[in-house]
């Protein structure tokens, strides 16, 4: 049984019901045409993520992907936003230009998220390298998916990491699923975590769903990083409720059986809601928590609701390259 530590506990249990609070209602407003384009939600997978997160310190980096309004949150950013981001709005973390698939908050190293599987991988190890060439001592958290884990910037990635012992920790959330493809389907070895071997770096498997497990099991691979000892990979098995994403149509649609009803019993919430009630923390302390978290989010999307939209003189403000001439505004052709 872990070591008791209410302050910790009591944190990763606020941190994730945030992420679930948000998804949810997340997908609720992109369900209803109110945030634009796809969403890709986390709610099942907040063990995992909250665990790894609270194993860094706050100067950390982060680096998510396509499915990552948990990861900035498990990080400790702030909601209001991160819910205008996927507005589109103004003040948004990425001022409305980078909507879902694309939150990043430097303010709690959240490097950012693309949409291209297998992107973020590189630019961990870049910001690794980074902390080893100033001689500082910060680590990179990086997550990825099963699928990505198929993409060759996995092996460069690891590979480059490992030979220049970089503070890195690779961290696969198994979900079971590469969008709606099965990974047992289009992997040649039973776990993610089996790979390590290739790259001679310790590989190992956590169980997603619970929290501290994860936590401690990250924790170890972070203090290995910040010794110098090289980078780790950690493969989290875990769920995800809902289909690939929302908006995408049906073909998105995962045909699941039972399968679905037999993870939720291991709702990572739940799991850890009973072990704290087993600690002697309160009903009432929970029942607290999760009623501030409710209201924060409501928050963030009445603010979002009300932000602006950024306007067109904007449009190549935080853009790298040549600032082209705008034309007249197509608004004011009327
Ligand atoms: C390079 C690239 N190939 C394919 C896609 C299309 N695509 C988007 S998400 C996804 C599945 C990724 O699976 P995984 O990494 O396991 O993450 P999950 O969505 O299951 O969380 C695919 C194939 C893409 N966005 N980028």
Redesign the pocket.
């Known amino acids: 049984m872990a070591h008791f530590d209410g302050e910790l506990w009591r944190e990763i249990y606020r941190r994730m019901v945030r992420i679930r609070t948000f998804e949810d209602e997340a997908s609720r407003l992109a369900s209803k045409g109110e945030i634009p384009g796809a969403l890709?939600t986390a709610a099942g997978q907040e063990g995992e993520i909250v665990g790894a997160c609270m194993a860094l310190r706050p100067d950390d980096y982060m680096v998510g992907?396509?499915?990552s309004h948990g990861h900035p949150i498990g990080k400790g950013a702030a909601l209001r936003p991160l819910m205008a981001e996927l507005f589109g709005k103004q003040t948004g973390v990425c001022h409305g230009k980078g909507g879902s698939m694309h939150l990043a908050d430097f303010s709690v190293g959240s490097l950012g998220e693309t949409?291209?599987?297998?992107s973020g991988m590189p630019v961990a190890v870049g910001a690794a390298l980074g902390s080893k060439l100033k001689g500082n001592d910060r680590v990179t958290l990086c997550f990825?998916?099963?699928?990505?884990s198929n993409?060759g910037t996995f092996h460069e990635s690891l590979n480059l990491a490992a030979i220049w012992s970089l503070p890195v920790i690779f961290l696969c959330?198994n979900?079971g699923?590469?969008?709606t493809t099965p990974?047992s389907t289009v992997m040649s070895v039973a776990n993610v975590a089996d790979r390590a071997k290739a790259y001679a770096i310790p590989g190992a498997i956590v169980d997603g769903q619970d929290a501290i497990a994860v936590y401690e099991r990250v924790l170890q691979a972070v203090d290995r990083a910040r010794r110098g000892e090289g980078p780790t990979l950690v493969e989290a098995k875990t769920y995800?409720y809902a289909d690939?994403a929302v908006n995408l149509g049906p073909g998105f649609a995962i045909d699941r059986g039972h399968e679905l009803a037999q993870w939720r019993r291991r709702d990572p919430i739940a799991l850890f809601r009973a072990r704290m009630i087993e600690a002697a923390i309160e009903e009432e302390e929970l029942a607290r928590i999760e009623a501030e978290v409710a209201a924060s989010v409501a928050d963030a999307v009445e603010f979002a609701r009300s932000s602006p939209f950024p306007s067109y003189e904007e449009a190549f403000d935080d853009v790298f390259g040549e600032r082209v001439p705008l034309p007249q505004s197509p608004l004011a052709c009327g």
């Open positions: 890709h992907n396509h499915r949409s291209i599987v297998g990825f998916g099963d699928g990505a993409e959330e979900n699923y590469g969008a990974a995800r690939h």
